[in-house]
């Protein structure tokens, strides 16, 4: 899909609201991003800190609005009802560290609700590793009668999805934690192949479902985590709750065009939601919901998305050389970066996006015995209107001081490519590199396409 404004994407509104507090009292406390357990890396997580009523990042999500795409099935293609928004009383940070998806039912009966996706389209584990999707989740906290309709969600579709609309369910879908009605029991299913019928039996999706562990879904926090693994054969998708496993598919179930066109392409991208009505919740209420019994105002609370591979690092150590060309999308970690197809030579990819504070990881760079003194990396930018920043080099932890950076401007646009260079102090061995970025303003200032040094 074509990219919005960028003053769109780091917009954030910063308007304090009355925000609805769940029967039972304040949310469970926030809970930091867990660090990667041993012997993995983390790809992307979003933790939702920020103050009480602002928008999470719009570096790391899109906010979904209406009934549904823009030429897209009508009511997301499901039969829900509620129309989606990107107002903060349906849609913000509580100031706790927790993200909150709010419907609520008007005057007039119209009910409201958000569903966001990440921007990144590409989570899908590299050949021979495991990728683990994780969210820290506690359901509406609302049940019996009034909870009728309701339908939270934290999911993935694949990226062919997006500007296509009509390739469902061939694509994939993985339902990492569906609850409907308040029932005290999370769902995992798997979408693909065709609708209706097929290998995935659709439009119900190979699906399991349990009750969650100890408290119930909606009264307490739980972890819903998902695992793509390509280090087994045949491959497994795998689903979790609060670590124990409730649900496994192999790739042995089916044939080699619907495996391949629902892992083949280009990988994931993640949604949370908290629909109203449709399919789900009718089927399983044995009739149309919500009712008049239904209350609003029930939030979904969400404490942190991640996104893990195995495997400490991509690269063995040494495994890149310092002097050769480093594809900037080649990154090990990053934070509020996105990858996007580049129109400089040789094509490719670019990272883009990069504002204050945000960074990329390489690990394992070999700048052998004699010192590196140069940095050299491709860059663009479209910021205008004065907005510049630095492109700094750091060294085994982003806490320590840059050993080179240099300032980079608007260049005449987002693919208006200039390969700038600077001096850094003298660097042997092998080491850890961040890239870390740094502007007085808050706006989106550089792509980078690739980088090196040089002695």
């Not at 933790?47 to 570096?59: E, Q, V």
């Not at 008007?106 to 590299?126: H, M, N, Q, V």
């Not at 089927?283 to 009712?291: E, Q, S």
């Not at 400490?312 to 990858?339: C, H, K, M, W």
């Amino acid at each position: 899909m074509p990219r919005p404004p960028r003053s769109w994407r780091r917009a954030a509104l910063a308007v304090l609201v009355s925000l609805s507090i769940p029967a039972g009292g304040l949310a469970a406390a926030h809970a930091s991003v867990p660090p990667p357990p041993a012997g993995w890396s983390l790809v992307w997580s979003d933790d939702f800190d920020g103050p009480a009523g602002s928008l999470p990042s719009s570096s790391n999500w899109q906010f979904d609005t209406g009934h549904g795409y823009p030429g897209g099935p009508g009511n997301w293609g499901t039969g829900e009802i509620q129309r989606y928004t990107a107002d903060p009383a349906n849609l913000s940070l509580d100031g706790g560290g927790n993200l909150r998806i709010t419907p609520i039912r008007s005057g007039s009966g119209e009910w409201t609700s958000a569903r966001i996706e990440t921007r990144r389209a590409d989570f899908k584990p590299a050949d021979g590793r495991i990728l683990r999707i994780e969210g820290r989740i506690q359901m509406p906290n609302v049940t019996g009668a009034q909870a009728l309709g309701y339908w939270p969600a934290f999911w993935a579709l694949g990226s062919p999805y997006r500007g296509n609309y009509w390739n469902w369910p061939s694509i994939g879908e993985f339902d990492i934690m569906e609850n409907v009605n308040g029932i005290n029991s999370v769902w995992g299913v798997l979408h693909c192949g065709v609708n209706p019928g097929g290998p995935c039996n659709e439009t119900s999706g190979l699906g399991a479902s349990r009750a969650c562990p100890g408290s119930s879904c909606q009264s307490a926090m739980h972890t819903y985590r998902f695992e793509w693994d390509r280090s087994v054969s045949p491959n497994q998708l795998r689903w979790y709750v609060d670590g124990q496993q409730f649900h496994s598919v192999s790739q042995s179930q089916f044939d080699a065009t619907t495996w391949n066109n629902m892992t083949g392409h280009a990988g994931y991208f993640l949604l949370l939601n908290v629909a109203m009505g449709g399919a789900f919740p009718d089927g399983v209420a044995g009739h149309a919901t919500p009712t008049a019994a239904t209350v609003s105002g029930r939030p979904m609370l969400v404490d942190y998305v991640a996104v893990w591979q195995s495997g400490s690092t991509t690269n063995p150590p040494g495994d890149r050389d310092a002097y050769s060309t480093i594809q900037a999308e080649s990154f090990d970690g990053q934070s509020g970066l996105n990858v996007e197809t580049t129109s400089d030579s040789g094509g490719g990819q670019n990272i883009g996006w990069a504002a204050n504070g945000d960074w990329a990881l390489y690990r394992g760079v070999d700048f052998g015995s004699s010192a590196a003194r140069q940095f050299v990396a491709r860059v663009a930018s479209g910021a205008g209107g004065g907005v510049s920043g630095l492109v700094e080099v750091r060294l085994d932890s982003r806490s320590n001081a840059p050993v080179g950076s240099f300032a980079v401007g608007d260049t005449g646009g987002w693919q208006n490519w200039r390969t700038i260079p600077a001096n850094i102090s003298g660097v042997t061995g092998v080491h850890d590199v961040y890239l870390t970025f740094s502007s007085g303003q808050p706006a989106d200032f550089v792509n980078v396409n690739w980088f090196n040094f040089g002695r």
